[in-house]
């Protein structure tokens, strides 16, 4: 099948499970912050588990987040990268990123929960509340940790 029947079959199958689960989250956002159409066009095909598809590669890109924001708080001794990165950051901050990394893990679980039970209703609600976090509060905090470690980074 080619790329562009690809795409439009996915869209055409988001669109129904969009319906069906009466989710907000449209393909365009999904897809701007977590490169949905790519991941699929990367399988070749369209995933027979659209919904699992979906909530996997969101859940995959919230986790390592929290891992960073981990080792920004407690760094691996024998890494210099993690300790000169956590030296960047007061204790205030740090306080912040554990809260971060709650609504990450609380997500991730929730995720867990919903693939273990096959709850679809709340997986369509985690496809919304990942969305809202990353948008409100995950990407803009992420962005203000990013810019400052690369400060940190240019000094002399």
Do not use: C
Request: proline residues 4%; without cysteine; hydrophobic residues 35%.
């Amino acid at each position: 099948m080619k790329q562009d029947e690809l795409l439009e079959r996915f869209e055409k199958e988001f669109n129904v499970l969009k319906k069906n689960l009466k989710f907000k989250t449209s393909l365009e956002e999904l897809d701007r912050e977590f490169y949905i159409k790519d991941n699929m066009l990367r399988a070749g095909y369209v995933p027979t588990n659209l919904l699992k598809f979906i909530t996997k590669i969101i859940n995959d890109a919230l986790r390592p987040l929290g891992d960073y924001l981990h080792s920004l708080i407690i760094p691996n001794p024998h890494y210099l990268p993690s300790v000169t990165e956590s030296r960047t950051f007061t204790d205030e901050e740090k306080e912040k990123f554990k809260k971060l990394i709650s609504k990450i893990m609380e997500l991730s679980s929730r995720n867990g929960i919903n693939g273990i039970i096959h709850d679809t209703q709340s997986e369509g609600k985690f496809i919304d509340d990942s969305m809202v976090f990353w948008n409100k509060t995950l990407k803009p905090e992420i962005i203000t940790v990013l810019k400052k470690v690369n400060t940190k980074w240019n000094e002399p």
